[in-house]
């Protein structure tokens, strides 16, 4: 077994067991802290779910409605000039509101074209370039009750764009 292996196997173990050790040594009631701490996290988990409720309603909608398929209709002919298969454009677009629609739409581009197709590998990377933005905004931001966020969507959202472009770029130097 290589360092590495035997280090990522018992990291998260020895953390645990420092923690444990830590607090019993500080005499603290371990066990009723991390039961506060279930019950905190319960209660976020329930908070969260009007606004993860939203986020799937609105992608629902985006998808049903056949706008995404207008809109990649309308700008197919410019990202063509430029070598930008039309194909990876719903990817782009539905990544910043959800991970798993933009991974499901992910997985159907390598199922389609290969893993190994430019297509499919500006899928992994654009996937991993970028972050779902509106819906951490939307969740997170949402739960602890920030209402002010303009500037974190611009900057999330230049972000996911620079990630993009990066994408084809790096895809396109590496893979073509």
């Known amino acids: 077994m290589s360092l590495i292996t035997t280090i990522s196997t018992?990291?998260?173990?020895?953390?645990?067991l420092l923690v444990l050790v830590t607090a019993t040594w500080?005499?603290?009631?371990?066990y009723e802290i991390f039961v506060e701490g279930g019950k905190e996290g319960v209660k976020m988990a329930v908070s969260l779910l009007p606004f993860l409720l939203g986020m799937m309603v609105s992608i629902a909608i985006l998808r049903g409605s056949g706008a995404l398929d207008a809109a990649i209709d309308f700008i197919s002919p410019a990202l063509s000039a430029v070598g930008i298969p039309s194909e990876i454009v719903p990817l782009a677009i539905v990544r910043p509101i959800s991970g798993t629609?933009?991974?499901?739409?992910?997985t159907e581009l390598i199922s389609t074209y290969g893993p190994d197709s430019f297509i499919g590998r500006l899928a992994s990377t654009m996937q991993g370039s970028t972050d779902t933005t509106l819906y951490i905004?939307?969740?997170?931001?949402?739960?602890v009750g920030i209402r002010r966020m303009g500037d974190a969507l611009k900057v999330g959202l230049v972000a996911d764009f620079i990630g993009i472009i990066a994408s084809i770029v790096v895809v396109s130097i590496v893979f073509l």
């Not at 018992?10 to 645990?16: Q, V």
């Not at 500080?26 to 371990?30: I, N, Q, S, Y």
């Not at 629609?101 to 992910?106: E, G, I, N, Q």
């Open 26 to 30: 500080k005499r603290l009631a371990t």
């Open 10 to 16: 018992w990291l998260i173990p020895c953390i645990i």
């Open 101 to 106: 629609a933009a991974l499901s739409m992910m």
């Open 137 to 143: 905004i939307t969740v997170y931001f949402g739960a």
